[in-house]
T-cell receptor
Framework: AQRVTQPEKLLSVFKGAPVELKCNYS??????LFWYVQYSRQRLQLLLR??SRESIKGFTADLNKGETSFHLKKPFAQEEDSAMYYC????????????FGTGTRLTIIP | DAGVTQSPTHLIKTRGQQVTLRCSPK?????VSWYQQALGQGPQFIFQ???????QRGNFPDRFSGHQFPNYSSELNVNALLLGDSALYLC????????????FGNGTRLTVT
């Protein structure tokens, strides 16, 4: 069975400081990993996915198969980064049958 | 483009009743997935519909069923409601069942009393 763990329910970071949201997963195969974000009063939306290897809004995430992690990082936090962040895993190549973590609420302190 | 639309936004039902939730996908999308999000939890996959067929299913009992119509819209039906079915039900659409990013709706908040 697949599982996604986000150990921090809440994370507060000062503006301009680095941000790291942790995500660990368990799955026996080669999963696809995603980060979804929900800003206040907005719907859940895709932030980035491993296969794209993009940097979105300054965020990056590296898949570490040895540590089974997919941590989300940003070098300098901005106030507009305050949101709920969910890490998700798909057992296949695409976006099928996603398993989500419980989410981390990130608050950027001005 | 209105994006993914879900109706109703809120719903209150009594234990044992049946409920139908509706979803219209984003324009151009042909695949609909349903997720259940309990309070304080991440979304949990229920099933995915593509070409009017249930293509994938999560770990939910048969009380949860769905349908996709020729216009790609979808319904989620839950029979014999339990208190534990109280949750936010999210619909997500995509272009094709695999590679295209999911676009989520705002959800339907179901309360079972």
């Amino acid at each position: 069975a697949q599982r996604v763990t986000q150990p921090e329910k809440l994370l507060s970071v000062f503006k301009g400081a680095p941000v790291e949201l942790k995500c660990n997963y368990s799955y026996s195969g080669s999963p696809e990993l995603f980060w979804y974000v929900q800003y206040s009063r907005q719907r859940l939306q895709l932030l980035l996915r491993h296969i794209s290897r993009e940097s979105i809004k300054g965020f990056t995430a590296d898949l570490n198969k040895g540590e089974t992690s997919f941590h989300l990082k940003k070098p300098f936090a901005q106030e507009e980064d305050s949101a709920m962040y969910y890490c998700a895993l798909s057992p296949n190549f695409g976006n099928e049958k996603l398993t989500f973590g419980t989410g981390t609420r990130l608050t950027i302190i001005p | 483009d209105a994006g993914v639309t879900q109706s109703p936004t809120h719903l209150i039902k009594t234990r044992g009743q049946q409920v139908t939730l509706r979803c219209s996908p984003k324009s151009g999308h042909d695949t609909v997935s349903w997720y259940q999000q309990a309070l304080g939890q991440g979304p949990q996959f229920i099933f995915q519909y593509y070409e009017e067929e249930e293509r994938q299913r999560g770990n939910f009992p048969d009380r949860f069923s769905g349908h996709q119509f020729p216009n790609y819209s979808s319904e989620l039906n839950v029979n014999a409601l339990l208190l534990g079915d109280s949750a936010l039900y999210l619909c997500a659409s995509s272009l094709g069942p695999i590679m295209s990013p999911l676009h989520f709706g705002n959800g339907t908040r179901l309360t079972v009393t």
